[in-house]
């Protein structure tokens, strides 16, 4: 899909950081901040703006705000930008990528998933804007669009914790991303769909609860053995650590496993 975004007619700047920091960096997230995906978070919002600075662009143009779209901090839902000084709070849990030196990591290592410093975004006026501002966000009818124009190829059977199979390819740890969110919160991947597909008028409520029931937190098998060896842990550390981010009030154990204590199926029925 890079490769037809690329040959649609855009330039494009890819970057990668040491493989083997991002691996330890990834491990470290899953055990502190129960999300092995935070280093791509870091890469995601920090590297365009390196990028931005080093060659004097001042617009960064992301897609949709996602704290608006799918649920977080309501601050910039009325505006095009959102403040770069807010990212360690919105974005990184409160642990920027330097933190992280206080765990092992090397400084210069941590250099790649570092924002630019303030002073020096401020002097460049960089800004980043959402095109879901300026345009109104329905995931599905970007897919139509990204297909008839840039060739975009979907996923041949739908993603693991929901029935979509065209958003959030980037990344085989996607999965652990979205199941831990489910365990965190009581609400996973599938909910987040059902709730933007009921607003944009794709599909009825009920339709939507359906969809939970069947999909909602299901357990990532099919790149979860490669996911355990990347990260270096095994199944029953991983178990482990998802326990400890179950909160009392939305789960309760049941036999040998757990469940929601107020499903919206059954708050519905």
């Not at 004097?56 to 601050?75: A, F, H, R, S």
């Not at 403040?83 to 030196?101: C, G, M, Q």
Request: glycine share 8%; with cysteine.
């Amino acid at each position: 899909n890079q490769q037809d975004f690329i040959m649609s007619g855009f330039h494009n700047i890819t970057g990668f950081a040491d493989g083997r920091v991002h691996r330890l960096l990834s491990k470290l997230a899953l055990m502190h901040l129960g999300d092995p995906f935070q280093p791509f978070i870091y890469g995601q919002t920090n590297y365009p703006l390196q990028i931005a600075a080093n060659f004097d662009i001042p617009l960064l143009m992301y897609g949709e705000n996602g704290e608006v779209e799918y649920g977080g901090e309501m601050k910039n839902a009325f505006r095009a930008t959102r403040e770069i000084s807010d990212h360690d709070r919105h974005y990184f849990s409160n642990l920027p990528p330097e933190a992280w030196a206080e765990y092992g990591v090397d400084p210069k290592d941590l250099v790649p998933y570092k924002a630019p410093p303030y002073e020096r975004i401020k002097e460049k006026g960089l800004e980043i804007h959402f095109f879901g501002y300026y345009h109104f966000w329905d995931p599905q009818e970007n897919f139509y669009y990204c297909s008839q124009h840039t060739a975009f190829t979907p996923n041949p059977e739908r993603s693991e914790g929901t029935y979509s199979k065209y958003a959030s390819l980037d990344d085989k740890l996607d999965c652990l991303h979205y199941y831990l969110m489910h365990v965190k919160f009581g609400i996973g991947r599938t909910t987040s769909d059902t709730a933007h597909e009921i607003r944009d008028g794709k599909i009825s409520r009920e339709e939507g609860i359906a969809l939970v029931k069947r999909f909602d937190g299901e357990y990532p098998r099919k790149y979860f053995q490669f996911c355990m060896d990347y990260l270096d842990i095994t199944e029953e550390t991983f178990l482990e650590i998802c326990d400890t981010w179950r909160s009392d009030h939305l789960w309760e154990q049941s036999g040998n496993g757990w469940k929601l204590k107020k499903p919206i199926w059954e708050a519905e029925g």
